[in-house]
Nanobody
Framework: QLQLVESGGGLVQPGGSLRLSCAAS????????IGWFRQAPGKEREGVSC????????NYADSVKGRFTISRDNAKNTVYLQMNNLKPEDTAVYYC????????????????????WGQGTQVTVSA
C-alpha cells in the first residue's frame, strides 16, 4: 500500500516560513509527479504547486508564486514545499499527492490528476 506522510506544519506568524515535507514509504517517488494541495475551512481543495518526476518542471498557483518553492530529493524519497512570507490566507491543511499515471503535466494543479494522498498537515498563519 502506497503511503505518503506530510510533516512540517505548525503555527507561524505572518511573514514567517515553514518547510513542508512529503515522504513516501514502501515505494519510490522517483517516477512520479507530485502535487501539493491545500484546503481551508469551508473552501474547496486547491492546487498549490506541482513538480515533474525529475524536478525539471514546476508549477505554482498565482497566490503563492514568488513565495513558495517546490523541490524534490529523490535520494531521500521526499518532496518539499518551502513556504516563505506566509500570510493568514495561507492557513489550511496541506496535502501532498502522487500522480500514479503520469497524466499531462498541464493538469498537474488539478486534484483529479492524483491517485494517492497523504493525510495532511495543518498550517496556521496568525499573529
Amino acid at each position: 500500500q502506497l503511503q505518503l506522510v506530510e510533516s512540517g506544519g505548525g503555527l507561524v506568524q505572518p511573514g514567517g516560513s515553514l518547510r513542508l515535507s512529503c515522504a513516501a514509504s514502501r515505494f519510490s517517488l522517483d517516477y512520479y509527479r507530485i502535487g501539493w494541495f491545500r484546503q481551508a475551512p469551508g473552501k474547496e481543495r486547491e492546487g498549490v504547486s506541482c513538480i515533474s518526476e525529475r524536478g525539471g518542471l514546476t508549477n505554482y498557483a498565482d497566490s503563492v508564486k514568488g513565495r513558495f518553492t517546490i523541490s524534490r530529493d529523490n535520494a531521500k524519497n521526499t518532496v518539499y514545499l518551502q513556504m516563505n512570507n506566509l500570510k493568514p490566507e495561507d492557513t489550511a491543511v496541506y496535502y501532498c499527492a502522487v500522480d500514479g499515471e503520469l497524466r499531462l503535466f498541464r493538469r498537474c494543479m488539478l486534484s483529479d490528476s492524483y491517485d494517492y494522498w497523504g493525510q495532511g498537515t495543518q498550517v496556521t498563519v496568525s499573529a
